[in-house]
């Protein structure tokens, strides 16, 4: 508990959790819109609490995780593991759930105008659950390659789950107040499946050239949102 080394590699994975985690609230914020709004937050907690859950197994099976970077067949001169194969179905899977929910969101006026609640709980909390063990073992293998002891990785994992669980409630009401916000968290889904895919063909894509991109779009949307306010409120009748 006195050791610097040890709290600097405790706040630095923390805050390295808290960033990859992100995504993972983006997703789940944009899943648990598809719900009636009194079910919204429940299946919010209950993403985030199987996140924390997978996570916490598997720090608890290190050498299994680990065994999974192994090499288990060689294709078109790619060595691929079972942490590859994971990470390319993931990619797959949110190149297909982001590109079907802005076909729902820019083309189906049906699903727009009320229709887009059809999604069923269980089926929401079971597409949660499957993207929820391709972050988690992203992010386990990262904790594994940052720190060595167990105790800091849980630390971490744990606060790091806590602060997002605080964050994904206003984080899913700002996306879903705001229509072109949430065309860029799309767009952010995308670009992180891409790189899912990337990684498992073992190409390695620096995460500044993910995160860079989307932040500086958002960045410029939060500009265009403060000059819209500002013309609504322009528009108001003075008293």
């Known amino acids: 508990m006195t050791s610097p080394e040890l709290w600097l590699a405790f ?11 992100i995504d993972n609230i983006v997703f789940i914020s ?20 199987l996140a924390l859950i997978t996570r916490l197994l598997l720090l608890a099976s290190l050498s299994w995780v680990i065994g ?34 802005l076909h729902h969101h820019l083309e189906s006026h049906e699903q727009q105008s009320g229709g887009r609640r059809a999604a069923t709980f269980g089926a929401v909390v079971g597409q949660i659950v499957a993207i929820d063990i391709v972050f988690s073992l992203d ?10 002891q167990l105790s800091i990785m849980i630390s971490a994992v744990v606060v790091a789950m806590a602060v ?14 705001h229509p072109s916000i949430k065309v860029l968290a799309l767009a952010f889904l995308l670009l992180i499946g891409g790189s899912l895919i990337a990684e498992g063909l073992d190409f390695h894509v620096p995460k500044g050239y993910v995160y860079g991109p989307i932040a500086f779009s958002v960045f410029v949307e939060s500009i265009n949102l403060a000059a819209s306010a500002r013309r609504e409120r322009a528009k108001e009748p003075k008293s």
Do not use: Y
């Open 30 to 49: 944009i899943l648990a819109g598809r719900l009636p709004a009194n079910q919204q937050a429940r299946a919010r907690t209950i993403g985030l609490s």
């Open 139 to 148: 992010s386990v293998i990262t904790a594994v390659g940052m720190v060595e």
């Open 164 to 177: 997002m669980l605080l964050l994904s409630g206003p984080i899913s009401t700002f996306v879903n107040k």
């Open 11 to 21: 706040v630095t994975l923390l805050l390295l959790e808290i960033v990859l985690g």
């Open 68 to 101: 999974l970077t192994e090499p288990w067949v060689t294709l078109w001169g790619h060595e691929l593991s079972g942490r590859d194969f994971i990470l390319l179905l993931g990619g797959l899977f949110l190149l297909g759930k982001a590109t079907v929910e």
